[in-house]
Nanobody, 127 residues
Framework: QVQLVESGGSQVQAGGSLRLSCAAS????????MSWFRQAPGKEKEFVAG????????NVASSVQGRFIISRDNAKNTVYLQMNGLRPEDTAVYYC????????????????????WGQGTQVTVSS
């Protein structure tokens, strides 16, 4: 079965950096687009960044534009989220997700478009 396992979450000071990783198994990773979402307490899950299966297309939310970078290593079945210039409002549980089928990439779609989710990793940014 498909498994997505996030890691790299931590508590950092504002202005700091973190790199999240999401290791995937049970799917032909190089054929699946991947995305990062986050959910803060009391808020809905929101799109952070997405990357197509080849890595040739990426999208990031306007709230993290210029600070967060999504990338992938298909040889390692892993997608990354480099987060720089962290702010307290970035505090959330971060999830990676992918679609039901290969070859799909709909960065404007909401969480309902995704079939598989990781368990999440906590990022806490203190001021």
């Amino acid at each position: 079965q498909v498994q997505l396992v996030e890691s790299g979450g931590s508590q950092v000071q504002a202005g700091g950096s973190l790199r999240l990783s999401c290791a995937a198994s049970g799917l032909a990773f190089s054929m699946y687009s991947m995305s990062w979402f986050r959910q803060a307490p009391g808020k809905e899950k929101e799109f952070v960044a997405g990357i197509s299966w080849t890595g040739g297309n990426t999208n990031v939310a306007s709230s993290v534009q210029g600070r967060f970078i999504i990338s992938r290593d298909n040889a390692k079945n892993t997608v990354y989220l480099q987060m720089n210039g962290l702010r307290p409002e970035d505090t959330a549980v971060y999830y990676c997700a992918t679609y039901e089928a290969r070859g799909m990439y709909y960065p404007s779609a909401g969480p309902g478009a995704y079939k598989y989710w990781g368990q999440g990793t906590q990022v806490t940014v203190s001021s």
